[in-house]
T-cell receptor, first 112, second 114 residues
Framework: TQLLEQSPQFLSIQEGENLTVYCNSS?????LQWYRQEPGEGPVLLVT?????EVKKLKRLTFQFGDARKDSSLHITAAQPGDTGLYLC????????????FGKGTTLSVSS | GAVVSQHPSRVICKSGTSVKIECRSL??????MFWYRQFPKQSLMLMAT?????????EQGVEKDKFLINHASLTLSTLTVTSAHPEDSSFYIC??????????FGEGSWLTVV
């Protein structure tokens, strides 16, 4: 069973601060995705990374996939209250069409 | 708009009864759908893989006789929670692959067993 260890589990910061969320595994993933989820709704895809060492930016969010494709990070610059939510990393270890396995999630709270 | 639709979005049932949740792919055929369960402030846990025309594949620890999955058509998978108990109260989410291998999630279904 592939496991994704996500940390920290909870993060409470002030507006304007930077933060990094980590997602680590002992398994190699063919692709890794980051989602954001609001309470009572399904997760919304933020980004997919597929190449080792890949870095993708989405406004103030920077996503990185480890060279060995076993880990990933999400960095948020100058966090805003609107960034508050549950952030989930999810990986697909097998071939296309296999299920996503999720990390435990990081609950982020940004206060003004 | 939504490409994967779940129904109902919220359901309350009495302990001991069964409840069915539907997951539909809109405007595309989904031979494989996935069912997840999510408890409050926790992550999504994969329950089972629903395969059109064949038996579902359940994850370890998920009771197949309690969580019945039927994928009778290419656009519909159903999850039936049988003999529901309060500990089955949770947020259930389905997902499906679009052509091109993009995965989309349904809106989720809140189940409360009283």
């Amino acid at each position: 069973t592939q496991l994704l260890e996500q940390s920290p589990q909870f993060l409470s910061i002030q507006e304007g601060e930077n933060l990094t969320v980590y997602c680590n595994s002992s398994s190699v993933f063919s692709s890794l995705q980051w989602y954001r989820q609001e309470p009572g709704e399904g997760p919304v895809l933020l980004v997919t990374v597929v190449t080792g060492g890949e870095v993708k930016k989405l406004k103030r969010l920077t996503f990185q996939f480890g060279d060995a494709r076993k880990d990933s990070s999400l960095h948020i610059t100058a966090a805003q209250p609107g960034d508050t939510g549950l952030y989930l990393c999810a990986g697909r270890a097998g071939q296309a069409g296999t299920a996503l396995i999720f990390g435990k999630g990081t609950t982020l709270s940004v206060s003004s | 708009g939504a490409v994967v639709s779940q129904h109902p979005s919220r359901v309350i049932c009495k302990s001991g009864t069964s409840v069915k949740i539907e997951c539909r792919s809109l405007d595309f055929q989904a031979t494989t759908m996935f069912w997840y369960r999510q408890f409050p402030k926790q992550s999504l846990m994969l329950m089972a893989t629903s395969n059109e025309g064949s038996k579902a594949t359940y994850e370890q620890g998920v009771e197949k006789d309690k969580f019945l999955i039927n994928h009778a058509s290419l656009t519909l998978s159903t999850l039936t929670v049988t003999s529901a108990h309060p500990e089955d109260s949770s947020f259930y989410i389905c997902s499906a692959f679009l052509p091109g291998n993009t995965i989309y999630f349904g809106e989720g279904s809140w189940l409360t067993v009283v």
